[in-house]
């Protein structure tokens, strides 16, 4: 039974009641719907606090129900879309999402029948009509949604390829979902391209292409933000997030949905939030896209409204997802909204849950107004049921099985706008995985694992063209002449299989307009060089350049440390050039005392929670102890000043950045090894002293460990990671 | 002689902020952020949300009291407790520890420990836990959801040293145990032996025949190197007569997922696309029949 939110939501009877007593300015229908809605959909699911993390799509408890009501009001008729009848039961279902047809006559949504299910597609007619199971097997489709050419476009965990197991977040642990299609009956199931995170919450934007939160995920990033594809899957690039998200904004963004558009603009209504423990709910965003993710803006509606993960207020609370109503202009949106603490933890200490609800919102009066609550349920993600336009379907050319990636221009980037005009003479491209492949942690930084593809040279006219495996994720670094990364972008990019992705520079000004000339592309995509190997050919067989793929630190950096170095670096503080210092961990008063090493024996790190002996001293050493030692309650005391460096001798993800690189002066690489001409000045060591230097390989190999994260197990070594 | 205090800042935040911890809007940091507070106070909640996201921003914090507040929920009654523990465990020096610790409650008797254990193990991943689980789950000592749970395990590891004891073990008398195996087999990497499931398409339990018919569908997935469908016939008579609509849509499924040939199994799907009393099973047909092999 419906019943209207009592008066111990404190919250409501403070903001409701002041909300109800408004006039209604959107044409006399119930708590500010506009009269001609005369029915909605919304989506019950029993309350939980298990699913806080914004990308979760597999908390499952049994007892949801699609329904419509009508007219939209507490008093309105309510009707339950699935109900379980003799040839099918609903009983045990758990509902994530659904999606209205064009012609608001259909629904499909994603269910899990039972605890042993896995969250599949359903359509059906809103009459109880022609109930279709779309999807099965033994991976999770969820989010699905309606797309031009009679399409339904979905997030999946099944693997776009057949012999390799999906992504398994590295952080988050979760198998990832990744972006499908399917016909409206199920058939011609599509996959497309993979992130090494998650893609979740899809929403159709009125130019036909679809919007996405991707986690970002690479090093030190670790967010949601807003990026956009077409229908196809092709075309992958960013919305909103990175610029202006980043100024004030939240950390994660998610729900979308579209308010209004125009030839410069599509305007979006989206959650902001933190990344966990908010149970998916936060502020209401108006985002506006504009013409790209460097000019898109967004404004907070719901200031009040905690963006990180803080319990929210009584009488505040937090918004669950919101879907415009009337004029766009007006800016009322019909939202789900929970009073108080809509944060797990607080819920669960109070063995309580949020309560979400369906109101209207008012973005000019900040004012809302209750339309309907049952409080057994969460009643979210309403929609006016009423038919919408159906874009023209957007794709892109589709040929062949490899992903071609080329920039007209490398030296256009706005990652770097001081590139040297010619330091940058090769692209390097590198592949992307993740915990699926049975490492655990990779090292002592936090970065995926990665794998390299190959470098290709930069054309006369500053272009570069490559093949690389496609529905892989990968990363491109620039690289300079001594082979290390000078502009590195911090995000992994998906590419279909066959699709080709033709950038005017890499991550270049996108406010501006790329002129192209007649034939230039073409001829450019023809020598795209072919980095694209089976992918049991894609590991090392041997450590030389143009051989090496992963960097095992243990097996490619190690001998060279030991052949070079370890005869001085030997652990022995009273020898010049072995740094030393000793952590005494205050919660235990252990102590440890670190000298530097370049031995490659393991060693035990017997101070603080991160203690260990998966590495070897020289990683140790030359990585330090940063990400080890986190921010608790260590206090370090150093033999000589300058002794402890607190990022180590490297500076993960950028070769040119770090001491180590820095001290033993790399010779150029490119294009012919010449050991006259030196990357940081003339010294190089351990030559000064009077020591042998590194090889152009063995140099080599460090810059690309460090370049490609700094990462000690690779699929070389991963033996060794899968044993204690 | 210099002194460095790397954790000044976090204490006095701490202090200010009691229970409900630091919280940062804006780009977090992977792995950061966490404190003993913050850990303790979720694991008080015992919201399975709260101490999963404490324990994911805590992966880089060094916090002896730690091991002592996380190492009990390796016994938390919720298996992503469990789950999100020996992850947390995972990346610490007790890794090793706790592996030793797990391995010996394989050793005991207790059902409740060992199906701990063996989900710890599971998250750990290493691969010497291999005979140790193998050798366990066939041990009738153990409760059937224990032995279900080392099988998970196994599969979680994917180690191909483990198909012939999960084989084995699908002869045993536990629906549970069997379905668990089933579910494993299908997450090693390289399983091929489709031919291991098809006898337990007429199980008398339905949730075994249910993963039967999944894991010939999913071992077999058409684009697999070196695979050809098998079971076919098998799975037609399931699709035609089992009384089960779960069990009859996987075994459509698989048909389609294995690229099944169309001479043998078209008038079979075209049957239960168009006669069966199960709505899901009829769709799941039609599509099936889309992905025959021609």
């Known amino acids: ?43 019950q699911r029993v309350a939980r606090t298990d699913t806080g993390n914004v990308f979760d799509y597999t908390s499952y408890e049994p007892g949801a129900r699609l329904v419509t009501l009508s ?186 949905r579209v308010v209004q558009s125009d030839a410069s603009n599509i305007q979006l209504i989206a959650i902001g939030t933190s990344r966990d423990r908010t149970l998916q709910a936060g502020k209401l965003l108006l985002v506006n896209l504009n013409a790209s993710e460097e000019l898109s803006k967004f404004t907070d509606i719901t200031p009040l409204v905690p963006g990180g993960r803080e319990p ?154 490559a093949k690389v495996p496609g529905n892989v994720p990968f990363h491109m670094q620039l690289i300079d002449k001594f082979a290390m990364s000078v502009v590195n972008e911090s995000i992994w990019i998906s590419g279909r299989a066959g699709e080709q992705r033709v950038c005017g520079g890499c991550h270049e000004d996108r406010a501006k307009q790329t002129a192209i000339a007649p034939g230039v592309q073409e001829a450019l995509l023809r020598g795209a060089v072919d980095l694209d190997t089976p992918r049991p050919t894609r590991v090392s067989t041997d450590y030389s350049y143009g051989a090496i793929k992963g960097v095992p630190w243990d097996l490619a950096i190690q001998p060279a440390l030991t052949a070079r170095c370890a005869t001085c670096h030997d652990g022995d503080a009273s020898k010049p050039g072995n740094p030393s210092y000793t952590i005494m961990d205050r919660t235990t008063m252990t102590m440890q005392t670190f000298t530097f090493d370049l031995r490659g024996d393991k060693l035990p790190v017997t101070v603080g929670e991160k203690m260990g002996g998966d590495f070897t001293a020289s990683y140790i050493s030359l990585m330090g102890l940063g990400e080890m030692l986190g921010e608790d309650l260590v206090e370090i005391t150093e033999l000589h000043p300058g002794d402890y460096q607190p990022n180590g001798y490297v500076s993960a993800g950028s070769a040119k950045d770090s001491k180590v690189i820095q001290m033993l002066n790399p010779m150029q690489r490119f294009p012919a090894v010449d050991t006259n001409v030196r990357a940081f000045g003339a010294t190089v060591h351990p030559t000064e002293v009077g020591g042998q230097g590194m090889t152009a390989d063995e140099l080599y190999r460090l810059i690309l460990s460090i370049d490609m994260g700094g990462q000690y197990f690779s699929r070389e070594n991963k033996t060794e990671a899968a044993n204690p | 002689m210099k002194t460095y205090n790397i954790g000044t800042k976090l204490v006095l935040s701490v202090a200010l902020f009691g229970m409900g911890g630091v919280f940062a809007a804006g780009t977090a940091q992977a792995g950061h952020n966490g404190s003993p507070a913050l850990i303790k106070s979720a694991i008080a909640s015992n919201s399975v949300d709260a101490i999963e996201a404490e324990l994911e921003r805590s992966e880089y914090l060094v916090c002896a009291a730690c091991s002592d507040l996380v190492t009990p929920l390796v016994d938390h009654l919720d298996y992503r407790v469990r789950k999100v523990a020996a992850w947390w465990i995972a990346r610490r020096g007790i890794n090793k520890q706790v592996y030793v610790a797990m391995l010996g409650r394989l050793s005991q008797p207790d059902s409740f420990l060992a199906r701990n254990a063996a989900d710890v193990l599971g998250e750990l991943g290493f691969s010497g836990a291999v005979p140790a689980l193998s050798a366990a789950m066939s041990n009738p000592i153990y409760s059937a959801e224990a032995r279900a749970a080392m099988a998970r395990a196994l599969g979680s590891i994917g180690r191909p040293d483990a198909v012939p004891a999960l084989v084995d073990v699908l002869a045993s008398p536990d629906p549970a145990v069997k379905a668990g195996a089933l579910s494993a087999l299908r997450q090693i990497q390289g399983f091929r032996q489709a031919d291991a499931a098809t006898p337990l398409l007429t199980d008398s339990d339905e949730q075994v025949r249910a993963e039967a018919a999944l894991t010939l569908g999913a071992v077999l997935r058409t684009g697999k190197t070196g695979v050809q469908p098998a079971g076919v016939s098998q799975l037609l008579a399931t699709l035609a007569t089992d009384p089960s609509a779960d069990v009859r849509k996987k075994a459509a499924w698989s048909l389609g997922e294995m690229g099944a040939p169309a001479s043998m199994a078209a008038t079979g799907l075209q049957a239960a696309a168009s006669q069966d009393p199960n709505p899901a099973v009829r769709s799941l047909a039609h599509i099936a029949i889309s992905k025959l092999t021609r």
């Open chain 1, 312 to 465: 929210s207020a009584l009488g505040v609370g937090r918004f669950y997802d919101a879907e415009v109503i009337g004029a766009p202009g007006d800016q009322n949106f019909l939202v789900s909204w929970a009073d108080g603490p809509v944060e797990s933890e607080i819920l669960g200490m109070a063995n309580s849950n949020a309560n979400f609800g369906i109101y209207t919102y008012s973005a000019k009066s900040k004012q809302r107004s209750p339309i309907f609550d049952d409080p057994a349920f969460w009643d979210v993600l309403a929609r006016p049921i009423k038919a919408r336009a159906e874009p023209a379907p957007t794709s892109s050319p589709i040929s062949g099985t490899s992903t071609t990636l080329a920039a007209l221009n490398v030296y256009d980037s706005t990652v770097d706008r001081n590139i040297a005009p010619g330091s940058i003479v090769k692209v390097r491209l590198i592949e992307g995985f993740s915990g699926e492949e049975g490492i655990r942690t990779f090292g002592s930084t936090e970065f995926d694992g990665q794998s390299l593809y190959g470098e290709v040279a930069v054309n006369p006219d500053n272009s570069f063209a």
């Open chain 1, 71 to 256: 007219p939209p009001s507490a008093d309105g008729k309510l009707e339950v879309l699935t109900k379980t009848t003799s040839a099918f039961n609903f009983d045990s279902a758990d509902i994530m999402s659904y999606d209205l047809s064009f012609d608001a006559k259909a629904v499909v949504f994603s269910a899990k029948l039972t605890s042993n299910d896995r969250f599949h597609l359903y359509s059906m007619n809103l009459d109880g009509t022609d109930l279709k199971q779309l999807t099965s097997g033994d991976d999770d489709y969820v989010y699905p949604i309606y797309v031009p050419g009679q399409k339904i476009l979905f997030m999946t965990s099944k693997s776009v390829e057949p012999d390799a197991s999906q992504f398994r977040d590295e952080y988050e642990r979760q198998t990832t979902a990744q972006v499908g299609t399917i016909n409206l009956d199920g058939t011609a199931e599509t996959l497309g391209p993979r992130n090494v995170s998650h893609r979740v919450s899809p929403a159709l934007l009125p130019n036909g292409r679809v919007l996405y939160t991707e986690w970002r995920h690479m090093g030190m990033v670790n967010d949601g933000h807003l990026r956009m594809m077409n229908e196809d899957m092709t075309g992958m690039r960013e919305a909103f997030g990175g610029e202006d998200g980043g100024n004030g904004g939240t950390n994660s963004y998610l729900k979308a």
């Open chain 1, 1 to 43: 039974m419906a019943t209207l939110r009592t008066a111990a939501k404190i919250g409501l009877v403070a903001m409701g009641i002041a909300a109800g007593a408004c006039s209604n300015s959107n044409g006399g229908g119930t708590g500010g719907i506009p009269a001609d809605v005369k029915s909605i959909m919304f989506l």
